[in-house]
């Protein structure tokens, strides 16, 4: 079993930057791919960033290419998500999400873990 634990999250105004962290613990030693999915209100679920463990290979969707980066910890139980230039419609609630396979990132159904989120709130 494997725990995810989001913070970082808040309020901010457009423009303005947020970093959000993600802590895993327990059995870690086989995860491959570490992502932070958002949810917006009545919107689906979206992959944002995803990066490969242990190697650090990185993916971004398209939206938020040159204001976000996700990075890990020299450890690799920590995995964050820097959010610059941040804008309204990145407003969600964001995940942290885990997984063992080497699939296409962005495939939620292949995640084994998920953290419980954390909300982001960008005003105008």
């Known amino acids: 079993q494997v725990q995810l634990v989001e913070s970082g999250g808040g309020s901010v105004q457009a423009g303005g930057s947020l970093r959000l962290s993600c802590a895993a613990s327990?059995?870690?030693?086989?995860?491959?791919?570490m992502a932070w999915f958002r949810q917006a209100p009545g919107k689906e679920r979206e992959g944002v960033a995803g990066?490969?463990?242990?190697?650090?290979?990185?993916v971004y969707v398209d939206s938020v290419k040159g204001r976000f980066t996700i990075s890990q910890d020299s450890a690799k139980t920590l995995v964050y998500l820097q959010m610059n230039m941040l804008k309204p419609e990145d407003t969600a609630v964001y995940y942290c999400?885990?997984?063992?396979?080497?699939?296409?990132?962005?495939?939620?159904?292949?995640?084994?873990?998920w953290g419980q989120g954390t909300q982001v709130t960008v005003s105008s």
């Open positions: 999400a885990a997984k063992r396979s080497l699939g296409w990132v962005f495939r939620e159904d292949d995640y084994d873990y």
């Open positions: 327990g059995d870690t030693v086989n995860m491959r791919w």
């Open positions: 990066i490969t463990i242990p190697s650090g290979a990185t």
